[in-house]
């Protein structure tokens, strides 16, 4: 890993790599110290290291942050043009961070609320006149007991991609679900579009269900109604996501059922973890999990950084 030329003496240091495995190497004690606190961050490695082909032509960025002691005490992980994830990062380690991305160079910030406003407010000092955007802000759950929906919607669970009775649901399957998660992007994002691009959602779709992991709720007759998506587990940690209804087909409970679906088997299959975001400004959202057995843990935020305008410098 490399460091960062110091701006000013410093009690700690960034390391920063490019390489995934040393990350893993170097960060994987620590973020795995915290599973919940770093999900986000556990799961994205995890799918780079199997690459998974949402991340083909990706070039991922990394960075551990040793404080005094040589200890490692923060992280970030970035996979462009998202921003960086970062975690358990202090006011130093928020400064050198923004300094290691030369200012302008960061696109904005991704983590607790705490850690986030950290970095926002180290980049609003070393660029003076940009403005900050929130994007979102989500509260993180984690599954106490598990308390299934009663009564159940009528129909039933399967795993997207498998075999179907008679017929082999994969090719369909493919398209529903890429088309569903590009619906759920755009819808977090107010009708506008998200961030998926129609081969950008082919890409997710065919990551995750190369290990399985989207269910969908079907109706008797086999047609899909919802959908929920599961990360790889890592150490003993399962991630809850993209829990989508089309609109027409929403208030029958199927949310509720698939979210159940999937959070019951990941315990069922070795998970003592089952964590999930939901999104603040969805009341319904969270009520919902909560009545499925998720407790809160924590905020977090995502923020986007607006560089001030260039000023043009007339030439003699």
Avoid at 4 to 23: C, I, Y
Avoid at 132 to 141: A, I, P, S
Avoid at 199 to 207: G, Y
Avoid at 252 to 281: H, M, P, Q, Y
Wanted: hydrophobic share 40%.
């Amino acid at each position: 890993m490399t460091r960062p030329t110091p701006t000013r003496p410093a009690a700690g240091t960034w390391e920063l790599t490019t390489d995934p495995a040393e990350f893993d190497r170097v960060a994987g004690a620590f973020l795995r110290s915290d599973r919940a606190l770093h999900t986000v961050q556990l799961s994205l490695l995890a799918g780079l290291l199997a690459g998974e082909s949402q991340f083909a032509g990706v070039e991922p960025r990394f960075g551990v942050w040793r404080d005094g002691s040589g200890r490692v005490a923060g992280s970030f992980l970035q996979t462009p043009p998202r921003p960086p994830v970062v975690g358990a990062l202090g006011p130093e380690a928020a400064r050198d961070l923004v300094a290691a991305f030369g200012g302008r160079g960061l696109p904005g910030v991704n983590g607790p609320v705490e850690d986030a406003r950290a970095v926002a407010e180290a980049w609003l000092e070393r660029c003076p006149g940009g403005t900050l955007g929130e994007r979102r802000t989500h509260r993180l759950y984690r599954l106490g007991r598990l308390t299934p929906p009663a009564p159940a919607p009528a129909g039933r669970a399967r795993v997207a991609g498998a075999a179907d009775r008679a017929r082999v649901a994969g090719a369909a399957d493919r398209a529903r679900v890429a088309g569903w998660i590009k619906d759920f992007s755009d819808e977090g994002h107010g009708g506008l579009p998200g961030d998926f691009t129609e081969e950008q959602a082919l890409a997710w779709t065919d990551s995750r269900l190369s290990y399985g992991g989207v269910t969908l709720w079907e109706a008797a007759d086999g047609t899909p109604l919802s959908m929920a998506s599961a990360t790889r587990p890592v150490a003993g940690c399962v991630r809850v996501t993209a829990v989508f209804t089309p609109k027409p087909l929403r208030g029958r409970g199927c949310a509720g059922a698939v979210t159940a679906e999937v959070s019951r088997v990941a315990e069922e299959r070795g998970a003592d973890e089952v964590v999930l975001f939901t999104d603040l400004a969805n009341p319904t959202s969270n009520a919902l999990y909560q009545r499925l057995g998720y407790r809160p843990v924590r905020d977090f935020t995502v923020l986007a950084f607006r560089p001030p305008p260039v000023t043009a410098t007339a030439t003699p």
